[in-house]
Structures are given as C-alpha cells and as structure tokens.
C-alpha cells in the first residue's frame, strides 16, 4: 500500500491536473494507492479515480458527529464527499494544533463509525527516541485503537513516522524500522489479540522517495509507505509506486 499525503498543497486545478497525469502511469500496477488531499479536493479527486483503483482520502477530522464547531469537519461529510479513508493524529497535527491522544481516539472511533477506513499515524520525536520511545509509541496506540470494536479493526492501517524523518530528508533505517514495526505490532496483538494484530498494515513514512522506497518495502514488516513530499509530482509518484509493485 503507497499512500500520498498533499498535506496542504494543491488548488482544485493543479489536483485535477495531478490525477489525470497519475492514473494512466498506476492503471495496471498490482499496488493498493491512495492520495490524502485537502478538503476542497475531496469531491473531484473521487470523481476522477472513480474507474480507478486509486482511493482518495482526508487528512483530518472531527471527533463529532456534527455541531457548533467553526472551521471543522465532520467524518460523515467526508465520506459523502466521496473519501475513503482519512489519515489521523498525523504528528503535523498533534504538534502544530496539540492534538491529543485522547482526541485522536475519539477521532478514529468516529471515523470508524462514518464507515471511513483509519490511516493512524504515530512517532517519536528525536528527544523522545534518544530516551527510549516504545513506552512512547505503545500510548499512542493504546490510545487511539483500545477502544474500537474488533470488526472495526481490519479498517485501520497504522503508518508509524519518526517526527525527525517527516520532510527533513533524513529516513529512517529501514532495519530500525522493522524492529519499531514488530515492536508495534506485538503492542497491537497485547490490545487486541494475536488474530486481529497480525492483520493490520503497518506503513513506514519519513522522507520515503524514489532512491530508497525499495529498501524499506523489502523489509517483511513494512507493508507499505505514507509518502508527503515525493508523492506531490504525479511522474515521480508513479515512478515510485512502480519501483514497488
Ligand atoms: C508525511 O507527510 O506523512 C511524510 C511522511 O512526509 P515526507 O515524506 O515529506 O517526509
């Protein structure tokens, strides 16, 4: 699975341009792709890929079903604006707008509900990691999947980004990041037992591009990548996901 995250880039016009570039160059590769877009970008994204089997998806969320909430958005809006899937507690937003934990976990059972599929996202900061992050990352987890139902689970994918990879140009190693990926997912079989752990997805992400997208991909607990910067160019995103496929 090869995720792209626009974060906030891309006008409606250069969206359309970007997708109608991308679906010929991904048509007949064996990859699962999805494109987080910005919100404005959601209905016509999903319009274009409609013969596709490109999923488009947001990059955030209310925890609300609705209400006096100025400025957010709902999951139920989401999808009937043709997204999938949304991506949370991105760690752009845990730190840039505090989000929580907590909030998160609310926000991925809300999603759940709306029949959104969960992209959720978790990492350490540099200081986090120099001290021992598994308590770190083993919270935020718990805290956000404790809660949701066991049917619920196989719609969640869990992409774990090193805030010191995202955008900087500095990647993980991808033997590291097998071993966070285990780690992880001997946290999700404590949570929600060994037949559900096993089952879901783990992504790496940080500075994923074309020069090392296949080291990590070769690691046999990495099933995929979130990409953000690379994935803002359609040729060189198709480029990428081919590498892979
Ligand atoms: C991201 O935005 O999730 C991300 C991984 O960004 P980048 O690939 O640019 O590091």
């Known amino acids: 699975m090869i995720l792209g ?3 906030m880039y ?4 250069e969206a359309q341009s970007y997708v109608k570039t991308l ?5 007949n590769l064996d990859v699962l792709i999805g494109l987080a877009v910005p919100f404005t970008a959601i209905s016509l994204c999903a319009e274009l890929v409609a013969d596709s089997s490109v999923m488009i998806g947001a990059q955030n969320m209310h925890s609300a079903d609705e209400g006096a909430f100025t400025g957010e958005i709902a999951g139920k809006m989401l999808q009937e604006a043709g997204a999938e899937f949304v991506v949370l507690g991105h760690s752009e937003r845990r730190v840039s707008f505090h989000e929580t934990n907590e909030e998160i976990g609310k926000k991925v059972s809300r999603a759940l509900e709306e029949g959104l599929k969960v992209v959720l996202c978790v990492g350490e ?3 986090q990691r120099k001290k021992g992050c598994e308590e770190h990352l083993e919270e935020q987890l718990s805290s956000a ?3 949701v139902k066991k049917t619920l689970l ?3 994918t869990i992409a774990y980004e ?3 990879a995202i955008g900087t140009g500095k990647s993980a190693k991808p033997k590291d990041v097998e071993k966070t990926h285990m780690f992880l997912r001997a946290v999700l079989e404590q949570i929600h037992g060994k037949t559900y752990g096993k089952k879901l997805p783990i992504l790496y992400g940080g500075s994923v591009k074309k020069a090392n997208i296949e080291s990590f991909l070769q690691e046999s607990h990495i099933d995929g990548a979130l990409v953000g910067g690379a994935s803002l160019e359609a040729t060189e ?3 990428m996901i081919a590498l892979v496929s």
């Open 5 to 7: 995250n626009w974060k």
């Open 10 to 13: 891309k006008t409606n016009k």
């Open 23 to 27: 679906l010929p160059l991904v048509e």
């Open 125 to 127: 900061s540099l200081e």
């Open 145 to 147: 999947l404790s809660g």
């Open 154 to 156: 196989k719609q969640v």
């Open 162 to 164: 090193p805030i010191w």
């Open 237 to 239: 995103f198709a480029s």
